[in-house]
């Protein structure tokens, strides 16, 4: 007789998974914005971000990364647990840094129209390669 614990094989039902209130969260989550409260004063809003993760498309490995937001508000702003959650959302992509940095972008301008915006993405070094993705939007007046 062994004195170890032993673990019981979980039954079926619990084995389909049922999704944690913070991963159902993130799957649910979107960009929500609130109105500006100084609409026509022009002002930057900071957001860092650093615990964003996303997987290598070619090696499956995970990649690391620091994401900086920087925008001057048009009429919305964004709701920083939405931010939060649409980040986390990247977890299981497989996306190059490239794309994940320009895809952030798109996504928040199509939510926010900002007058300006800067996305940096600086990843982790990863096999002695460190990678810094910048992308910038000015709206159109």
Known sequence: MSNYPTQESP?????KSEMKYGEREIAEGSLITFPNP???RQYDIH???PEFTCKCPFSGYPDFATI???YIPNERVVELKAIKLY???YRD???SHEESV???LDDFVAACDPLEVKIKGDFSPRGNVHTVIE???EKEV
């Open 87 to 89: 980040i986390n959302s």
């Open 93 to 95: 992509r497989y996306i």
């Open 102 to 104: 320009n895809q952030i």
């Open 135 to 137: 992308v910038r939007y």
């Open 68 to 70: 900086y937001i920087t």
């Open 47 to 49: 957001i860092t971000l």
């Open 11 to 15: 039954s079926p039902e619990v084995e």
């Open 38 to 40: 100084r609409v026509g």
